[in-house]
């Protein structure tokens, strides 16, 4: 069984200061990583997604994530943020072997002016 | 990129009433379909994997009878909240996906909102 856990649920940033939210799985088979955007009352959009290769893949709105296999880990950064980047983020991961998508608690973050 | 609507975005109704949540893939056919709950300030729980043209499989401690699915085209899934009660408002979302051609064509709807009172 494949489970995520997200180390914030809540990360309070200031205007065009860095920010990185956490996120750790577990699971005994290889595993596909993304990460989810979601906006009040919307559904979820695909930040960035890593399965295979590089382990830095990048994604939109200036989003990064790094796969670390032995910490097993995939934490999201972005080097400057946006007031419109507050809003929740999911971190998922979804086994080789099945099609489903287990997500984390979800951060939220918060960009104040 | 493809595009999953869901209908209604937001549905209130009465205690002991059955909804219908319809979602559809737009642009793209869709063998499998999954549907999520989440409550408020909450993560998505899977709640079932639909294939189209067979029955859903249901996630543990999820209600069969109470949640019916129907995958019966491949742009087209649906959600009947059987008897619904109050403890079943939640923010409903479903996703499509290609899963037999890769691991990222999970597409997410908009989500609907269902208010029982």
């Known amino acids: 069984a494949q489970s995520v856990t997200q180390l914030d649920s809540q990360v309070p940033v200031f205007e065009e200061a860095p920010v990185e939210l956490r996120c750790n799985y577990s699971s005994s088979v290889s595993v596909y990583l993304f990460w989810y955007v979601q906006y009040p009352n919307q559904g979820l959009q695909l930040l960035l997604k890593y399965l295979s290769g590089s382990t830095l893949v990048k994604g939109i709105n200036g989003f990064e994530a790094e796969f670390n296999k032995s910490q097993t880990s995939f934490h999201l950064r972005k080097p400057s943020v946006h007031i419109s980047d507050t809003a929740e983020y999911f971190c998922?991961?979804?086994?080789?072997?099945?099609?489903?998508?287990?997500f984390g608690q979800g951060t939220t973050l918060q960009v104040k002016p | 990129g493809a595009v999953v609507s869901q209908h209604p975005s937001r549905v209130i109704c009465k205690s002991g009433t059955s909804v219908k949540i319809e979602c559809r893939s737009l642009?793209?056919?869709?063998?499998?379909m999954f549907w999520y709950r989440q409550f408020p300030k909450q993560s998505l729980m899977l709640m079932a994997t639909s294939n189209e043209g067979s029955k859903a499989t249901y996630e543990q401690g999820v209600e069969k009878d109470k949640f019916l699915i129907n995958h019966a085209s491949l742009t087209l899934s649906t959600l009947t909240v059987t008897s619904a009660h109050p403890e079943d408002s939640s923010f409903y979302i479903c996703?499509?996906?290609?899963?037999?051609?890769?691991?990222?064509?999970?597409?997410f709807g908009p989500g609907t909102r269902l208010t029982v009172l």
């Open positions: 642009d793209f056919q869709a063998t499998t």
């Open positions: 996703s499509a996906g290609r899963v037999a051609q890769g691991p990222d064509t999970q597409y």
């Open positions: 998922a991961v979804r086994s080789s072997n099945t099609g489903k998508l287990i």
